[in-house]
């Protein structure tokens, strides 16, 4: 009897075509003796029409279609649960190419005609903020640029599909460090900004960030034009370190001169956020140390009502702590905004995302 031989074939593998920028496809393009704006109608049904197949590609030729099909894939998020709060809140569970799973939250205050989406960078976390339910999680993996401008593409659709309105702004403050993620995130926000892309404005987008000095600077190098909020929550170092172990590298001295120079580079907004946590962070001293930090960069400060997180020990400050916590930084010509919380009931709140069933 003849045996058969089996000869393995190497498994080619696809390219994820959202990896490549423009001048890639174009080279890409032009190796398949094709011209070069196909490369250009290529990007714009990954970027403006956020196409998430080759077939959907309707301007080019099927054959060129399954050509590129057979070279490369799309890896697009898809939604795996959606829950809505009693104030309108809506946060959305997306499941990725992998099978991680990252959650998004859209928050509306259609009085104010905004439409806010808060946005993930990372599966998890790695920086373990005592407070933060996210924390909890271990750090899988981070986010590519593409699976960070799909929340916004999708969320957008939403609010398009609930309020009848685009969204308005972005904040990078959901699960992850957008910092630690650097690359993916200013990318992504190439793509949101880009007129080849969704074509929004960078002062509508919001960077919030644990804090880390050096690439906090390295933002104000490459010349960003979005917003920075520094997640502050404790001003003085003995209690950051207690709160937020990533201050131990990068102590509040080495981000305020960081925050300096990026002010001083991009005139950039600025803001810290600050989370009420109850007997903890809210004392006079605490708002005359605060009041020293907003002395050196035009800066507001965001107070944000805290929910508890199951297993951590933090309370929800009462609404008299906070306000006199806001009226003692306001006496301190701090400017200041109280954020009461949103989507609560759906562990939708800053710090409660965790992708729980
Ligand atoms: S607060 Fe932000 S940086 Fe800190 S653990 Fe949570 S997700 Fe990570």
């Not at 499941?95 to 005609?113: A, F, Q």
């Not at 999708?154 to 972005?170: A, E, R």
């Not at 120079?261 to 803001?271: A, D, E």
């Amino acid at each position: 009897m003849i045996q058969k031989q089996i000869i393995e074939l190497p498994v080619t593998q696809k390219i994820d075509i959202r990896k490549l920028d423009l001048s890639e496809i174009e080279e890409w393009v032009k190796g398949q003796g094709q011209p070069k704006f196909r490369a250009s109608q290529i990007y714009a049904w990954l970027w403006e029409k956020s196409a998430t197949d080759f077939e959907s590609m309707t301007n080019l030729s099927k054959e060129f279609r399954e050509l590129l099909d057979s070279h490369f894939e799309i890896l697009p998020i898809r939604i795996d649960a959606v829950q809505k709060s009693s104030d309108g809140t809506i946060k959305t569970r997306f499941v990725l190419h992998d099978g991680n799973k990252i959650e998004s939250v859209l928050i509306p205050v259609p009085d104010d005609n905004r439409f806010t989406v808060c946005v993930s960078t990372q599966v998890g976390c790695s920086l373990s903020c005592k407070f933060c339910a996210t924390g909890m999680m271990k750090r899988m993996r981070n986010l590519s640029s593409a699976e960070i401008v799909d929340q916004v593409v999708l969320v957008n659709k939403q609010s398009m599909d609930h309020f009848g309105h685009p969204i308005t702004n972005i904040v990078y403050m959901g699960m992850g460090e957008p910092l630690l993620n650097y690359q993916a995130t200013v990318t992504s926000i190439f793509h949101i900004t880009s007129p080849k892309g969704l074509g929004m404005s960078p002062k509508r987008i919001t960077i919030s960030t644990a804090g880390i000095a050096k690439m906090i600077k390295k933002l104000a190098d490459d010349g960003l034009k979005c917003n920075l909020a520094l997640s502050l929550h404790a001003a003085d170092d003995a209690k950051r370190d207690e709160i937020m172990p990533i201050n131990e590298q990068n102590n509040l001295e080495s981000l305020m001169e960081a925050l300096q120079y990026f002010y001083k580079q991009t005139k950039n907004r600025i803001s810290f956020e600050y989370v009420a946590l109850h007997g903890v962070n809210l004392s006079m001293l605490d708002a005359k140390n605060l009041a020293k930090h907003c002395r050196k960069f035009p800066v507001k400060v965001n107070i944000i009502e805290y929910n508890a997180v199951e297993g951590l020990p933090f309370g929800r400050a009462a609404m008299e702590e906070t306000d006199a916590f806001g009226l003692a930084l306001r006496n301190l010509d701090v400017t200041v905004t109280i954020r009461r919380s949103r989507g609560k009931d759906i562990d939708a709140a800053c710090g409660q995302l965790a992708n729980k069933d």
